[in-house]
């Protein structure tokens, strides 16, 4: 079971807005930044979000992540067929001390 | 732009040592948490443990001391190893390099290595 709680499936249709969110406690989103992992079927994950809402170089603006008290949340707008993927929200956890990652949400593009 | 490489044996038995090596290209040790994270297949991310530019690691604390992480500057390589790995230890491992921002604990990690399936089976 994860530390950090993420809805195991969500969907949309190409274009809509879709959201997920990532819910923790104080001693790990509430104390700690936030970053969003994208991993397409069987490659790597790449970094979406970082420090809760910045985008590295290169990602889309159609990617946004926010932060609130122990939880976190990615939005998609403008839903496309390759955004269908596993998304992972992680941060670290000072009781833990260690990274810890949510058990991943996987968006199906209908 | 920074690139990590990596390598180790994809099977082994019960009770064994895990051993991966991930080479960095194109980047310095400096000012980064030099990570392993693991991914059990069908599963989510499990983060393993990292070393610091300066050489001191630390490690998740449910892998009970059996993970080491080391750095090898002159080669521009960082390794895992794991000992007496069960079934349970199968997964997929990937290197990545961590950064933290100021105020915070929380390591993001770009880029990833490649990843490397490793089974243990008898």
């Known amino acids: 079971q994860s530390v950090l709680t993420q809805s195991p499936s969500a969907s949309g249709t190409p274009g809509q807005r879709v959201s997920m969110s990532c819910s923790g406690s104080y001693s790990n989103i509430g104390s700690n930044t936030v970053n969003w992992y994208q991993q397409l079927p069987g490659t790597a994950p790449k970094l979406l979000i970082y420090?809760?809402?910045q985008r590295p170089s290169g990602v889309p603006d159609r990617f946004s992540g926010s932060k609130s008290g122990t939880s976190a949340s990615l939005a998609i707008s403008g839903l496309q067929s390759e955004d269908e993927a596993d998304y992972y929200c992680a941060t670290w956890d000072d009781s833990l001390n260690g990274q810890v990652f949510g058990g991943g949400t996987k968006l199906t593009v209908l | 732009q920074v690139q990590l490489q990596q390598w180790g044996a994809g099977l082994l038995k019960p009770a064994e040592t895990l051993s991966l090596t991930c080479a960095v290209f194109g980047g310095s040790f400096s000012g980064y948490h030099w990570s392993w994270i693991r991914q059990p297949p069908g599963k989510g991310l499990e983060w393993i443990g990292e070393?610091?530019?300066?050489?001191?690691?630390t490690h998740d604390p449910s892998l009970r001391s059996r993970a080491t992480i080391s750095l090898d500057t002159s080669k521009n390589q960082f390794s895992l190893k794991l000992s007496s790995v069960t079934a349970a230890d199968t997964a997929v491992y990937y290197c990545?390099?961590?950064?933290?921002?100021?105020?915070?604990?929380?390591?993001?990690?770009?880029?990833w290595g490649q990843g490397i399936l490793v089974t243990v089976s008898s």
């Open positions: 420090i809760n809402n």
């Open positions: 070393v610091k530019d300066t050489g001191s690691s």
């Open positions: 990545a390099r961590g950064q933290r921002p100021g105020g915070s604990s929380s390591r993001w990690f770009d880029p």
